[in-house]
């Protein structure tokens, strides 16, 4: 459903209290938060790191128009493996993949014998350059969205695209029952954050079933209120009543411009909801549902919740007990996104076993790989081979798990997840196989232009290092006058990538 | 430390003993806060149906025209490792078989030692959130030198067979908490008490070296208290505080000794700190330093330069920084952080895949960790590939998990490699025991054959055919 104001209107706060009059609790608690992101501009502005000034320069230089790379084993994914072979790229999209294949004049011309090339890899759960986690105040927070807190110069986006990854679904945490909505982008470290936000991905949001929405409730301490719930029976009813409220919202909506249609007069527009809208769109088939959620049996209340709603799950996030209802899960339709072997880290993740990806693949889940953590989808490519040697999925099913299953459960798969004429050259060249322990990534492209390359990032580095020593030595950096050692930096964000270990309020940045 | 076999086994039937009793109350302990816990009471911690933990009998094994990857010599393509009483008795192109021999055919596989990880809390922790009853890597207070791994290590631990499953077969399980840890053991990863599984119960004591601001993250962390130079005084006085105890228990030592050869002297009395930490302030075993700075590094070398320890450091970010001084000093690091993101923004991308290559190259002896508590140590063959991806050979990134590891902890006469009169503790795989693919055919620790289940084969099995 449309509402009469666009999504404009959400970015300006101050107009969004005017025309809507929100409660003064929330508007103070958006003002606030916008404050904070001015702060966060500025203080990026001023102190761009080192490897960022790299970026900055590299966006300078014009990327040519054009590149093949060839003499390559190429994984397409869809298509097998082609040895020997070659792939075109122009203005941003593969042009053609064969043998033999002409550039023009001025490409630039890539010999990739020996090498590997496969599509960008996509992690489907991850909460890089993301400056805030989880808004965990409230069990319900549809109403705020990780595109208001990016950070385009988290370094770990460039480490990132060091290990072949281009396409992040950055996801809120899963301090709550219903989250907030998420953001697909494609990691064009050092450009614009615009620039950043995936075109034509489908619209998401998270939800958090077990553990960790009921854990807000814990330190059981005096004079702190408990946030409602504190078991898994709540995290249903919270479910249950959001999407009972947005049902009713929706009626009136609909109740009103069926109203509007008959040309009645004098009509007054329902009061929007910000915190209903995306559960509106979810029933609608517009909002793609991704569920953080543990066992077996949460796996099941929400599919029983979204039966009875008339919704679908776009994924299970982590799911780690999909193995043991994996029948369900592919009844529902739904996909499941999940670790390869990490467990044993809290009790919910006791009976989590790497062979989960085999046995949902062959149930007929739609399963892909992420990995939660800035550190470990550095290698991906590696937690994917993880799946041949436990359950024994074939090479290309393996390769699909970090590829073109999580485009799908992304609603990208029309734009990259393989090696396709006419798809985005998202493309990543390895120095072996990539499923080797042994291989590295030499050159990271996203739409054609080149954003990670191993020799560029050798060849910078004497540069960067004079740079640091010149800065060391800068007025500013020199210990003070008055004695003492210097001011230390102030540090990175703290790692709260894993929203599993997500613990309470203390994590929140 | 050497043991003869009798005395060993006189120890560990002591331990035996010693050890029996609290493991039952814990195990008690930790059912009756399972079952008070109804969120837990689907998943069973300690499922005896799922475990493995039964040791195996010893057998006589011989595995034929297999490629033996000994490390510590050439692989002998087509050849036989002969399997007798624990030890690897014969090896070669041609061996003779005794009588009995299981014969096991090693066609297309390969044999290597089982790989070693030094750096873990195997068997000390089984879910490290949300079920406390199941955590023994922390003493209370700042000194615990007396904490021994080896008295809590829980030989049921689901994490064992998942670990040993994939090829690793021995681990270093240490104690974490304070300032001073505790005492480290050296386990093979099989065994139904913690004296079967014991190859050298006192192995290393544990230090964490103070430093500066907070563990983990950048300098500072994400909470700088403000006062540098109060945090600064702050960690001088715990080196202070370590630097006291082992003295007194070097003191101590000299004292016992002093009263043993001349009872005419004031009888001492018997201390349980200060008397497990005298080997270690006679630098008879080594004294594992966890830091990762450089200058912690270099402030725990001089430490133990003035109190005459032998030195080890435990994890070693920051190595490849002082590599010239490392091997100036002969002080091996366990490196742990292969796989961590580096820990400073403008550090290069491959800061910490690196970090082993620097090493080798400047000579410093290094070995290769998972760093790892537990459920994730079986990813230690993942934390040398990618060293390997980044500048190290192969054959480097082998020894790294199996003949340095041993090296460094005193038992590289006993681990690390296929050498006659070596524990027979063995991997035969059908690949490069590092890479992803690669599939572990046979298993063998201490001249046991051990199956290749584990909690997680075992719920495989018991889900993937559900209809």
Redesign the interface.
């Given at each position: 459903m449309d509402f009469p104001a666009g999504d404009k209107l959400r970015n300006d706060p101050e107009q969004i209290n005017q025309t809507l009059q929100l409660p003064n609790g929330l508007m103070e608690l958006k003002m606030k938060r916008t404050a904070t992101a001015r702060i966060l501009l500025v203080s990026i502005l001023c102190c761009a790191s080192l490897p960022n000034v790299m970026a900055q320069q590299r966006r300078e230089t014009a990327e040519p128009a054009e590149t093949l790379i060839r003499n390559a084993t190429l994984l397409t994914i869809t298509r097998g493996t082609l040895e020997n072979s070659d792939i075109l790229i122009r203005r941003g999209k593969i042009a053609a993949i064969g043998k033999g294949l002409k550039a023009s004049a001025n490409a630039r011309v890539i010999d990739a014998a020996g090498k590997f090339v496969m599509p960008g890899i996509v992690d489907c759960h991850s909460h890089s350059m993301l400056d805030a986690i989880n808004e965990g105040s409230l069990s319900v927070t549809s109403m705020v969205r990780t595109r208001d807190a990016l950070n385009p110069t988290d370094v770990d986006l460039y480490r990132e695209l060091a290990g072949g990854v281009t396409s992040l679904n950055l996801l809120h945490g899963s301090a709550n029952a219903i989250g907030g909505l998420n953001t697909v982008v494609k990691i064009k470290y050092g450009r614009p954050v615009e620039e950043f936000i995936f075109p034509g991905a489908m619209p998401g949001i998270k939800f958090a079933l077990g553990e960790n929405p009921k854990r807000a409730s814990n330190p059981n301490l005096p004079g702190v209120t408990r946030r409602y719930p504190a078991t898994r029976m709540g995290v249903e009813e919270v479910i249950r009543d959001a999407f009972t409220r947005a049902r009713d919202y929706k009626k009136t909506w609909d109740e009103y411009r069926a109203a509007t249609g008959r040309r009645e007069k004098n009509l007054i527009p329902p009061q929007r909801d910000l915190q209903l809208e995306p559960l509106v769109e979810v029933l609608e088939g517009k909002r793609y549902v991704h569920s953080h959620c543990y066992r077996a049996d949460e796996i099941l209340m929400l599919i029983s919740i979204a039966d009875e709603f008339g919704f679908k799950i776009k994924t299970f996030q982590h799911v780690l007990e999909g193995y043991k209802v994996a029948k369900e899960i592919a009844r529902h339709g739904a996909g499941a996104s999940i670790f390869s072997d990490f467990w044993g880290y809290k009790i919910e993740a006791y009976d989590a076993i790497p062979y989960n990806a085999a046995i949902m693949t062959r149930a007929g889940v739609v399963v892909s790989i992420n990995s939660d953590s800035d550190e470990r989808a550095r290698r991906l490519n590696i937690d994917a081979a993880k799946a041949m040697r436990y359950g024994g999925l074939t090479e290309e099913q393996a390769l699909k798990l970090i590829t073109l299953n999580p485009a799908i459960q992304l609603g990208i798969q029309e734009r990259v997840g393989s090696l396709e004429v006419g798809k985005d050259a998202d493309v990543v060249i390895w120095n072996g196989h990539p499923f080797s322990v042994y291989s590295r990534v030499d050159t990271t492209f996203i739409d054609g232009d080149v954003f990670f390359d191993r020799q560029q990032d050798l060849a910078g580095r004497a540069d960067l290092l004079k740079e640091r020593t010149q800065l060391e030595q800068a007025e500013p950096n020199r210990p003070p006058a008055r004695g003492g050692p210097p001011q230390a930096p102030r540090g990175r964000r703290p790692s709260n990538s894993d929203d599993d270990l997500w613990e309470g309020e203390n994590n929140q940045p | 430390m050497k043991t003869n076999s009798k005395v060993r086994q006189t120890f560990l039937s002591v331990l035996d003993s010693i050890t029996h009793m609290p493991a039952k109350k814990i195990s008690l302990l930790v059912i009756l806060l399972l079952v008070s816990?109804a969120?837990?009471a689907?998943?069973q911690?300690g499922n005896p149906t799922t475990q493995q933990g039964v040791t195996p009998p010893r057998g006589t094994y011989v595995i034929r025209n297999a490629r033996i990857v000994t490390v510590s010599g050439p692989d002998i393509e087509n050849g036989s490792v002969v399997i007798r009483d624990g030890k690897i008795e014969a090896l070669g192109t041609s061996v003779s078989v005794p009588s009995g021999a299981q014969s096991i055919d090693g066609r297309g596989l390969s044999v290597y030692p089982g790989m070693i990880d030094a750096g873990t809390s195997l068997g000390l922790v089984?879910?490290?959130?949300?079920?406390p009853g199941t955590v023994d890597t922390s003493e209370v207070g700042d000194l615990n030198p007396n904490a021994k791994a080896i008295i809590a290590v829980n030989p049921h631990s689901?994490?064992l067979a998942v670990t040993r499953v994939d090829g690793i077969t021995s681990a270093v399980t240490m104690p974490a908490g304070g300032l001073i840890s505790g005492q480290a053991a050296i386990i093979n990863l099989v065994g139904t008490s913690p004296g079967e599984m014991a190859v050298v119960p006192y192995a290393a004591l544990v230090i964490n070296y103070p430093r500066v601001?907070n563990r983990?993250?950048?300098?500072?962390?994400?909470?700088?208290t403000g006062n540098?130079?109060e945090t600064?005084a702050a960690s001088v006085r715990q080196i202070e505080q370590i630097r006291k105890m082992l003295k007194d228990a070097d003191a101590y030592g000299r004292a016992h000794d002093a009263y043993a050869k001349d009872k005419s002297l004031p009888r001492p009395n018997q201390d349980v700190m200060l008397e497990s930490l005298v080997p270690y302030v006679r630098g008879e075993r080594p004294v594992i330093f966890r830091a990762d700075r450089e200058s912690e590094m270099r402030g725990a070398i001089r430490f133990a330069e003035e109190l005459k320890l032998k030195p080890v450091i435990l994890g070693g970010d920051d190595a490849w920084k002082m590599a010239t001084y490392l091997k100036e000093k002969n002080v091996p690091v366990i490196i742990t952080g292969i796989?961590?993101?580096?820990s400073r923004?403008?550090d290069?991308?491959?800061t910490q895949y690196e970090n082993a290559a620097k090493l080798q190259q400047a000579g410093v002896r290094f070995c290769i960790s998972s760093g790892d508590g537990?459920?994730?140590v079986?990813?230690l063959?993942?934390y040398?590939?990618?060293a390997?991806?980044?500048g190290l050979s192969?054959a480097d990134a082998l020894k790294a998990v199996t003949l340095y590891p041993a090296q460094i902890m005193n038992v590289g006469d006993r681990l690390g490699s296929i050498e006659v009169g070596k524990m027979a503790n063995l991997v035969v795989t059908d690949g490069d025991l590092?890479?992803?693919?690669?599939?572990v055919r046979h298993l063998f620790i201490d001249g046991r054959e051990v199956k290749l289940t584990s909690?997680?084969t075992d719920?495989?099995d018991a889900?993937?055919n559900?209809?």
């Open positions: - | 816990l969120s837990a689907a998943q911690i089984e879910v490290g959130q949300g079920a689901a994490h601001g983990g993250g950048d300098f500072g962390g994400g909470q700088q540098l130079t600064l796989l961590d993101l580096p923004e403008d290069f991308y491959d537990g459920p994730n079986r990813n063959p993942y040398a590939g990618m390997a991806a980044f192969k590092l890479e992803t693919r690669t599939a909690r997680h719920l495989n889900f993937k559900r209809k």
